[in-house]
């Protein structure tokens, strides 16, 4: 019974027993000091005086200063309710500074386990370490996603070297071939001789492409690009690119059939411009099936002039399709060393695009690929230098 309300009766125990030891204490302190205490206690709170008895005698009367005494209790309990309140307040601390410690030494012991042992933290945390085990989680799935994230990066280049590393090598085997039967065979009839050229210099310039692919890989960072704005006809600008084109179309006998909305002016960097529409022709050229037409449009949409590149291709599957854009990731795998690139041609053009605000968006359906470019700061007519 009393164990059961142990925590209710002690606020009544304690302090009668600490009474009853006090007087005990200060008792058999009097009794063997010889009553040093009564004699303290009588002269410092007790006074004597005279009076006359019944009998008409003289009797001596002694009687306690309660005003004294009363002032003596008061600054006695001040001073022991300040000594207390001291006690409490360092007692207070040194516990708050024990349970950090504690709390310290859990998040230290669960975080060793982790970097060292890789094990878990609970999974019931105490309500007093749960702010510490959520941080604990939240610190593990960053450091998990952006592990994860740099092993993605490094196979991408790693796969990245080797696709270069065999496209290289192919036209660059085709070239000392050529070279090489050229430089043996000096009777070579002239047409043989004009073919051997020609398809060493086309290996050559495939070369020359690849290299350039490789610097890509630095020159265009989207953290680093400056642009250098001003006012382009588009529509020209567009017309310009497609024409360059025709030649590459002949090897899978292709065909742009385009609809340009005249008179369209971009404010814009030209070059960078340039070079996203470069590359998503390129881009369509290259994943197109042979004897097949290629869609292009351009119009305005409220502020922004909006590209539309749609060929005939090979689906691309939806979790290709939302990894397209990333640098040197490339939906087909097995493409040959003629065809497509080192993986970076979409990543730049969106970032081109981004860092003038616009965009770059991919769908692909029943063996349609569309690619839709987004350019802001687009009108009908031609701005002044100065409102430019």
Partial sequence: ???????????IIIPLVLMIVTGVFFAVLDRFSSGILAEWFERMYM??????ANDGGTIIIRQIDWESLKLSAFTLWAFVIMI????????????CLRERRKHSRTAAEYLRRYLVEENAVPADPVPEDTEIFAGINETRLKISEQKAQLLREAQRKNDLITYLAHDLKTPLTSVL??????NEEPEMSVQQRARFTGVALKKAQRLEELLDEIFEIT?????????QKEQVNLSGMLEQILSEFEPLLSDKNLTIQSEIEKKLFLNCDVDKTERIIDNLIRNAVSYSFENSVINISLKKENTNAVFRFENRGKTIP?????RIFDRFYRADQSRSSSSGGSGLGLAIARSLAQAHGGNITAQSYENTIIFTLTMPECGKEKLDPASA
């Fill in 1 to 11: 019974m009393i164990r059961r309300y142990w925590k209710y009766l002690r606020f």
């Fill in 47 to 52: 006074f004597e005086y005279q009076d006359t």
């Fill in 84 to 95: 207390l309140s001291w006690v409490l307040i360092v007692a207070a601390d040194v516990l």
């Fill in 177 to 182: 071939g050529y070279l090489t039967l050229l």
């Fill in 219 to 227: 020159r265009f960072d989207i953290a680093n690009i400056e642009l």
């Fill in 318 to 322: 939806q979790e290709k399709l939302d």
